[in-house]
T-cell receptor
Framework: GESVGLHLPTLSVQEGDNSIINCAYS??????FIWYKQESGKGPQFIID?????DKRQGQRVTVLLNKTVKHLSLQIAATQPGDSAVYFC??????????FGTGTRLTIIP | DAGITQSPRYKITETGRQVTLMCHQT?????MFWYRQDLGHGLRLIYY???????DKGEVPDGYVVSRSKTENFPLTLESATRSQTSVYFC????????????FGNGTRLTVT
């Protein structure tokens, strides 16, 4: 992940709609990518991961898309619910080295 | 319950005091990490440990000391706290450093006055 400055990007989505959260990474050699969800007052919680030999991976209501050409990662959340409100951030690593974290996007669900 | 536990959850201390943040994990993971989280910087790695008695510096190690005498514990000590160390501190553990998810604790919010 890469820094995006002092203020978290925000995304507001109507309840029931799909959400797409984006992340740019800087190391073209990164081979492992991961998304975390962080609710207020809690630690980051693992959502889904993907290796560089894949373009897409699906979980329960979530899909991660990896575009290595433009070094872009996205997290899609289907049918967003109030409990999806949180900060989401990506991380990447290369060669089993330590993860590098982005600063995150705040997702707000509008009832 | 299995997991990773941090204590205390909240701590207020004065500049110059020594303070230790505790971290305990029940998974027997080899790797443990300490991060600090500040607005605009995301998670920054302070120190990590690959096994008992093996520790290494991360991105922002200055002013911090760690030890790991047992696999399950990884305390972080601020030897002489400064206001710039006001932050939320997260401990994490994993089976390897980069290719698997890290499991995080719920953090310690430290305020240095």
């Amino acid at each position: 992940g890469e820094s995006v400055g002092l203020h978290l990007p925000t995304l507001s989505v109507q309840e029931g709609d799909n959400s797409i959260i984006n992340c740019a990474y800087s190391n073209s050699a990164s081979d492992y990518f991961i998304w975390y969800k962080q609710e207020s007052g809690k630690g980051p919680q693992f959502i889904i991961d993907i290796r560089s030999n894949m373009d897409k991976r699906q979980g329960q209501r979530v899909t991660v898309l990896l575009n290595k050409t433009v070094k872009h990662l996205s997290l899609q959340i289907a049918a967003t619910q109030p409990g999806d409100s949180a900060v989401y951030f990506c991380a990447d690593s290369f060669g089993n080295e330590k993860l590098t974290f982005g600063t995150g996007t705040r997702l707000t669900i509008i009832p | 319950d299995a997991g990773i536990t941090q204590s205390p959850r909240y701590k207020i201390t004065e500049t110059g005091r020594q303070v230790t943040l505790m971290c305990h994990q029940t998974w027997s993971h080899s790797y443990m990490f300490w991060y600090r989280q500040d607005l605009g910087h995301g998670l920054r790695l302070i120190y990590y440990s690959a096994a008992a008695d093996i520790t290494d510096k991360g991105e922002v190690p200055d002013g911090y000391v760690v030890s790991r005498s047992k696999t399950e514990n990884f305390p972080l000590t601020l030897e002489s706290a400064t206001r710039s160390q006001t932050s939320v501190y997260f401990c994490a553990s994993s089976e390897s450093p980069g290719w698997v998810p890290l499991h995080f604790g719920n953090g310690t919010r430290l305020t240095v006055t």
